[in-house]
């Protein structure tokens, strides 16, 4: 029997896609506490799965219903999908990272004292705060966004290749960060093409066929690497 209380996103007979389906119906119970990992060929629809959960694309069929309040989820894009010209610091950025809404109120929202300092430590990144976001290389970039979106206590984050353009080192150091907040209770579900870090810290996985059918696994020995 579920234990509803314990899970953050039911996934029912699911379909995703944009004109036509990229990904087979399939069904999933993400939990809290979970670090789950989304693997498959390049170009087969892993990021519109995370986009479709984020609630950014609307799922072609089935459905897929959180358990916890919108506010409490982040969703973190690639990169390259922002603006490089962005004229904001690093502080700035998470700055951003607690509003809530269009009043104003929620866009003058700062961060508690000391929590901006705090998230950029744990990326290794706290000398950088004063940079601008458009000065850093593209995996500092990526650890920034990932210390937003540990702001304000979420319960949930999706994250589409959060470790993509780090270096080994800085990809196992963001890996750890993910794998302590899961331990801490926070549910985490991921993009990673072939990162053996992810694999090793993961609690499952969501593996993507070429054929667009998804398999969910509960071990790296189920799953498989896509190519």
Known sequence: MTDESNTLCAIRSLVCGWDSPLLDAFDFEWRRGELVVIEGPNGIGKSTLIKTLA????????????GI????RRYVPQV????????ATVEDVLATGVQRGTSLAGLRATPPEGQIAAR?????????RGDLFRDLSE?????????????????????????ASMDPHREKHAVEQLRAAADDGIGIM?????????????????????????????????????S
Not at 69 to 72: I, S, T
Not at 80 to 87: G, I, K, M, N, Q
Not at 191 to 199: F, L, N, P, Q, V
Request: charged share 25%; aromatic share 4%; no cysteine.
């Open 120 to 128: 950029l430590s744990e990326v290794g990144l706290r000398d950088r």
């Open 69 to 72: 309040d919108p506010a409490e």
């Open 80 to 87: 390259r999908t922002l603006d490089p010209v962005l004229p």
């Open 190 to 226: 991921m993009i990673a093409h072939g990162s053996e870090a992810a694999r090793e810290a993961a609690d499952g996985f969501l593996s993507i066929d070429r054929d667009g059918r998804v398999h969910p696994n509960d071990t790296a020995e189920e799953s498989f690497h896509g």
């Open 55 to 66: 609630g950014l694309i609307d799922p072609i069929g089935g459905r897929y219903t959180w």
């Open 139 to 163: 995996g500092q970039k990526q650890l920034v966004l990932l210390a937003r979106a540990l702001l304000g206590s979420p319960k949930a984050l999706l994250l589409d290749e959060p470790t």
